[in-house]
């Protein structure tokens, strides 16, 4: 049977239509399980109804019409059991319900399966016989794999075809992209000029072409001078960077270099800058690192803004009347920065990562933004749209009641970003008079998030590889001490922490790949840089000649899980600073040796913290990895990421116990992973005695505002009253209500 079933695996998911994938199943079931009829039927939340769905053996035309209630039927007590009912003779079960349009009066026996996708049924899958049998083992066992890949394929058909239907309604899933809740109407946007429009041509005139390119190029540098402007002058004034990124492309010689020389041999400016642009998007869309291959999109977004520009003379600005909800396959950062920020209420796209530009600028201006979707969106023009930038959802024409709802949440929080707008230049201190450090993460973002942040204390991770990541090479000792050194004077008086570089794993450089099988355990962070001295040699130096009068800077090293890394790492500090104090031009006493730290994150470190004190200045906690590590889970796995749990017992006592000896041995502390920005997970910490605590930009204000709400000595009972009970949703709901008291349950949903 085991062939059987292959081939009925192969053929169903090899159909692009549901429907017909479907009728394909229950016709090859049939035959293959030797029954006398094969069912689907479909759950359909809106009728609270399943419907059937394709049949081999009941009447056809009942197909799309016939359905059973929720709670009633073999059917529906499946679905709500979620699990396998085998029934030698069906009609004398007591949920047993007759179809009458089905015609299923001769089966008697009867066995079926929920068909379950990530824990939501979807429907059930059921085989009948005119024979009174109980079903075998191997039957039963068939049945259940049949209806696991089912699930697979409805999941994604349904995702994927829902669309087509002028009057769908219901949710898409795609990326939390940037946070917030916004409802409105959708306005499709599409390029007027598209890269794969145009048909390479030649002309014998490339003086003229080098010309025409030369006006496209001022148009649209003009185009991004002006945007950087308006952006100056906006509440997002540090995404400026971003437009520059874009100016260094067109201004970039190699770049430009190759459409000049396709134009000399012969091609038109629009087919050289065609050639050149596709060829760069294929480079970038192969790099394994997820913020280059973003790239990809800031090439074809320029490409075609060239292009415009050369086919199109006379295109305008984007005028548009009412607020939308912009939607398009793929959003750069110059078209959002094309509309009018009180025109625009929220993101939609189907390309795009957390770290593509428009992404990051969609977090910088505070406009929500779901990506990431993968639809094409031409019939959600003018629909109804609720962006829910917490979870990711985009839900298309919702019902009433849904939308009430979402107005009651948008209201919320616009009360509470007005609040927290409040606290910008207050302290951030507890209501009983504990001061309270809020430092800055930064780096993802490069230059974009290092802004005169006054609301923070400094910044507290600067994640170093970040720059390295955007280069094609690695940085020479003066390019990063020129990066750092902008950094550290930006923040001068304010301490800046620096963490050494944490390539391996997830971040990798295009032009240092590590291919291994198990990433995440393998050759990472610091293990890499002391395998590598003369480029942990080159960024300690680097560090520390940026540094020379400036006297804000730590080091930071990253996924230590040994004492010996450490004192290797010290070693190499020492000499950096030998070297670099040494140095004719840099005077006596110039450079502060700094302090050096390293990131609790590797869970060994744990044990090891009565050795590791003696050590290192300071430890701050990278709950991230902690957490990925304690509980192996992928912090980046979106099939395990509900087990994924900053606040599971186990991370609970690892931190208490880092809080614990950071005291006992006089340790500054400080959390620097994503659990220090969540509303809950800062009121435990506080309660666990925590005090500084390094987050993303836009967490800042909501976690100050939050802090000058709590009292130490409230949260430290909460703390115990929390601990006291079994479950983790029972653990959070005491701090949820403490937050709720205080007005501030709306932020809970960020946390969800
Ligand atoms: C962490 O692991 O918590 C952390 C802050 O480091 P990163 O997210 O850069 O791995
Ligand atoms: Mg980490």
Known sequence: MLKELREIVERVTASSDLNEAMSELVRQTRDAMQVDCCSIYLRRDLDQAYLLAATDGLAPEAVGHAQIPFGEGIVGLIGEKEELINLADAQHHPSFKYLPEAQEDAFKSFLGSPIIHQRKTLGVLVVQQKQVRLFEEKEESFLVTLASQLATVIAHAEAKGNLKSPNWHGVLRGLAGSPGVAIGKAWVWQPRVELGQVKPRKADDPQQQQARLDKALRQVDEELDSMALRFKESAAGESVAIFEVYQYILKDPVFMGLIREDIERGWTAGSAIKRVCEKQIAQFTAMSDPYLRERAADVRDLGQRLLTRLIHEDDGPLALSEPVILVADEISAPLIAEIPRDKLKALVAAKGSINSHATILARAMGIPAVIGIDHSFELLEDKTLIVDGYSGELLVEPITSVLREYKRLVAEEEQMSELFATVRQERSETQDGVKISLLLNAGLSADTEIAMNDAADGVGLFRTEIPFMMRDRFPSELEQAANYRRILTSYTGKPVCMRTLDVGGDKQLPYFPIVEENPFLGWRGIRLTLDHPEIFLVQLKAMLRA??????????????????????????????????????????????????????????????????????????????????????????????????????????????????????????????????????GVLVLLAMGYRRFSMNNSNIMRIKYIVRQSRIDELQKVLQEALSHKHTGAFKGVFGRYLEERGLGGLLRAGN
């Open 547 to 680: 540094s020379e009068g400036i006297d804000n800077l730590s080091v930071m090293l990253p996924m230590v899980g040994n004492l010996d890394e450490v004192r290797a790492a010290r070693r190499l500090l020492d000499r950096a600073w030998r070297e670099v104090s040494a140095e004719p031009g840099i005077a006596p006493d110039g450079i502060r040796y700094p302090s050096l730290g390293v990131m609790i994150e590797v869970p060994s470190l744990l044990y090891q913290l009565p050795e590791l004190a003696p050590l290192v200045d300071f430890w701050s906690v990278g709950t991230n990895d902690l957490t990925q590590y304690l509980l192996a889970v992928d912090r980046n796995n979106g099939r395990v990421a509900d087990i994924y749990d900053a606040l599971h017992p186990a991370v609970l006592r690892a931190l208490q116990q880092i809080i614990d000896h950071s005291r006992l041995y006089a340790k500054p502390v400080s959390i620097c992973g994503e659990l220090a920005g969540e509303p809950i």
